[in-house]
């Protein structure tokens, strides 16, 4: 119990230091975030808080090359502070991804040093914790990747944050393909009180993707979900794409215009009814209506990109096949989009 307590005062302590911008960036609104980040670029290159938001703004909606410099400079400004040295690792994880084997190497060893400095700070910061061990899980052995390392490191993650633990715990057994064990871990997470949002969203994620799949449960969780942050679109995303492949067209509406009322600056959940009707090959107009409407304004941080939706776009025929055309589109098809 002493320790629950205790946990429960850090976590409380941490959301209590947050700017409003990182309070932003936590809930996904990376665009609002970008306002407030923008707006103090001129005091960046002396502010290391602003070095690091601005790094982790400007990496969420695809720029490869500003993010490094800018969170290098909030370690240089201020190098005891923890969460700088993991954007530090968490930019260079992302620029391993795109590297050459012999540069990954070097990548490697960079991420490691600086997520442990971060994790020396402290040993708290679970969101460092989960980077190192997705590095376990990714990385080849001859650059410190290590399957048991990732293991002890979802027991360290337990002792701070029960559901992160099962999160922890469920992320290794998918990669090792324990199917079983990934779905118990993720039951595990989404019963801890107070409900996690993201054990939620996670569950309902693993269900619609299951074989076979679980969509009613996927529903229930993510409604769970939607009541803890209404204005998150995560939930709303999934339960468009549960009503987009039960063709309950009612529902989709319903939900898709829940989702533009509460979050009118992020059409995510447009996109991913469009891609799971693509996906089955049914009600293409309708698919290719929403895409228009994703299209309609710049897609938030770490969302498909334009790119993305051309893609998804050109998947559907100039004039839809059988099952196309279902006439009207209610409510989420009132009003007419231009493509950028």
């Known amino acids: 119990m002493r320790t629950l307590i205790c946990s429960f005062l850090l976590i409380a302590a941490s959301r209590a230091q947050q700017t409003s911008a990182e309070k932003l960036i936590e809930e996904g609104h990376w665009k609002r975030a970008r306002v407030l ?4 670029a001129a005091e960046a290159q ?14 969420a909606f695809g720029d490869r090359s500003g993010p490094l410099p800018l969170a290098e400079r909030a370690v240089v400004l201020d190098p005891r502070t923890a969460k700088y040295h993991r954007q530090v690792a968490e930019v260079v994880g992302m620029a391993a991804q795109q590297a050459g084997p012999l540069q990954q190497l070097f990548l ?4 490691r040093k600086e997520i442990e400095i971060a994790l020396s700070l402290d040993a708290q910061d679970v969101q460092a914790l989960r980077d190192l061990l997705e590095f376990y899980l990714l990385a080849p052995g001859i650059a410190g990747g290590d399957r048991q390392k990732a293991k002890t490191i979802a027991q360290r993650i337990h002792a701070i944050d029960a559901a992160e633990g099962f999160l922890a715990d469920a992320r290794t057994a998918q990669f090792e393909k324990r199917t079983g064990d990934a779905e118990t871990a993720l039951e595990q997470a989404a019963a801890v009180r107070p409900v996690s949002y993201r054990a939620a969203i996670e569950l309902a994620r693993y269900d619609l993707s299951a074989q076979p799949p679980k969509p009613s449960r996927a529903e229930a969780a993510a409604r769970e979900a939607m009541r803890l942050y209404p204005d998150r679109t995560d939930a709303y995303a999934i339960l468009s794409a549960i009503y987009a492949c039960r063709a ?7 939900i898709l215009v829940e989702a533009a009322r509460r979050v009118p600056d992020d059409a995510f959940p447009y996109y ?5 009707l693509v996906a089955d090959q049914r009600d293409l107009d309708r ?4 895409l228009l409407v994703y299209m309609s304004q710049e897609p938030e941080g770490n969302r498909p990109t334009l790119a993305d939706a051309r893609r998804l776009l050109s998947r559907i025929p100039a ?5 196309g055309r279902t006439g009207s589109f209610g409510h989420a098809g009132a009003v007419e989009f231009a493509v950028p």
């Open 108 to 111: 490697a060893r960079r991420f």
């Open 319 to 323: 004039v839809s096949g059988k099952g």
């Open 46 to 59: 002396q502010d290391p808080r602003a070095c690091f938001l601005l790094s982790q703004v400007r990496a």
């Open 287 to 290: 698919a290719q209506h929403y």
């Open 37 to 40: 980040v923008e707006g103090r």
């Open 248 to 254: 309950s067209i009612a529902a989709l509406d319903e």
């Open 272 to 276: 991913s009814a469009a891609e799971r």
